[in-house]
């Protein structure tokens, strides 16, 4: 297939292009670069011997992504691209509202116009709001707290109206937990500008000294050692889990929990990157951050049925690879 990969130099798009890619796919990358760097490319091609094509433009301007389906014969769309820094979306609200709903917009109107029937959504374990858990894809969505979240719960909306809609159209809503790690290869991973709001990347950056300590965001919740407890998953698998989505993609709407199924918390996660790596991470017990959940993990067994994808890679693997990519790449 000719895939439109959009947001394809960020983290969780830059692997599934090497997925896609090794699965003898033709890859078409938009990206405006906002939160990504256009050396990811050519590291691109060392990893897979193949150059993608790419379009430098913003796809929630409707005209330059049409360009991209007058150029090619589209056969499909994985939608990565988008803002995803929680806390920034509290205070650039619209920014938010604007970047990530008139993209999914403008991709799925040029879906239709261009009769490309098959789309896979970047969604998020975060529009199960704070339920218990193993969460089911077959659970009511809950208020997130957050205008990030609301976007993702309202793109849901949007392309299921949309496959409701027109007939033949298929989307694919692919609920990530939370992906950590890197290409085996070391050469590309999680690149955050400025200080990191996520665990792993914190971690790596305490442990290399670039920063001084980790805050453990709140030890008093009800979980296996009061710390937060999260379903982390190898951004390899899920790039994997991607191929198959599009690969096996059903008319109508499907919705899958990309996850492992296990939960880890944050000192588990922080004990074994120091064990796995055989270096230290100090760091000190702090008060909880607003807005965080005592535990998240998926119910991952829908996506092994439908889709014949499980995640493969464990906790070991996640620290290590996430560990050389930042001594590899800074
Ligand atoms: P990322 O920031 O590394 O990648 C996003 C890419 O999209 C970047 O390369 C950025 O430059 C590009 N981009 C953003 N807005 C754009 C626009 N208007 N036009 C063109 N390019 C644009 O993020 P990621 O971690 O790879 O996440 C990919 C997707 O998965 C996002 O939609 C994110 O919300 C979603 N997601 C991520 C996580 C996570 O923890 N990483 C969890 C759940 C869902
Ligand atoms: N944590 C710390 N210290 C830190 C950062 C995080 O202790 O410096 C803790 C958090 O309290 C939480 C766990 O580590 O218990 C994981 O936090 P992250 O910020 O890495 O991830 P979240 O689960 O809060 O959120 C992530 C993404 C969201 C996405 C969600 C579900 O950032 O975009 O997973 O997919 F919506």
Redo the contacts with the bound molecule.
């Keep these: 297939m000719n895939i439109l990969v959009t947001g394809g130099l960020g983290f969780i798009g830059s692997h599934t292009t090497v997925e896609l890619i090794k699965n003898n796919h033709e890859v078409i990358i938009a990206d405006n670069l906002i939160n990504s760097k256009i050396e990811v490319l050519d590291k691109l091609s060392t990893i897979t011997g193949i150059k993608p094509s790419f379009y430098q433009i913003d796809v929630t301007d409707e005209s330059q992504v049409e360009e991209i389906f007058s150029n090619h014969k589209i056969n499909g769309v994985i939608h990565f691209a988008g803002l995803?820094a929680?806390g920034e979306s509290v205070s650039k609200p619209l920014e938010y509202y604007f970047n990530n709903l008139v993209s999914t917009m403008a991709l799925s109107k040029l879906c239709v116009k261009h009769r490309v029937d098959k789309f896979v959504f970047s969604s998020?374990?975060?529009v199960y709001g704070d339920q218990p858990s193993p969460l089911k894809e077959d659970m009511d969505l809950k208020k997130t707290t957050n205008p990030?979240?609301e976007t993702k719960a309202m793109s849901e909306r949007i392309l299921t109206d949309t496959a409701h809609a027109n007939d033949g159209f298929a989307v694919s809503l692919l609920r990530?937990?939370?992906p950590v790690g890197a290409h085996e290869s070391g050469l590309i991973g999680e690149d955050p500008n400025g200080i990191p709001?996520?665990?792993?990347p914190?971690v790596t950056k305490v442990a290399k000294g670039q920063l001084p300590k980790?805050?453990?965001?709140?030890n008093d919740y009800d979980t296996i050692d009061g710390?937060?407890v999260?379903d982390y998953i190898h951004v390899v698998d899920l790039a994997k889990g991607h191929v198959k989505a599009i690969e096996n993609l059903k008319n109508g709407v499907n919705i899958y929990n990309l996850g492992t199924g296990r939960g880890t918390s944050?000192l588990e996660l922080v004990n074994a990157f120091m064990k796995v790596n055989d270096i230290d991470v100090p760091y000190e017990i702090v008060g909880r951050?607003p807005g965080?959940i005592a535990t998240?993990y998926a119910d991952a067994s829908k996506a092994e049925k439908e889709l014949d994808w499980k995640a493969e890679l464990g906790i070991e693997e996640m620290v290590r690879d996430a560990w050389k990519f930042e001594m590899n790449n800074k």
């Design positions: 995803k929680v998020s374990a975060t990030y979240g990530y937990f939370n709001n996520n665990l792993m914190f980790l805050s453990v965001l709140g710390t937060g999260r944050v951050r965080d998240c």
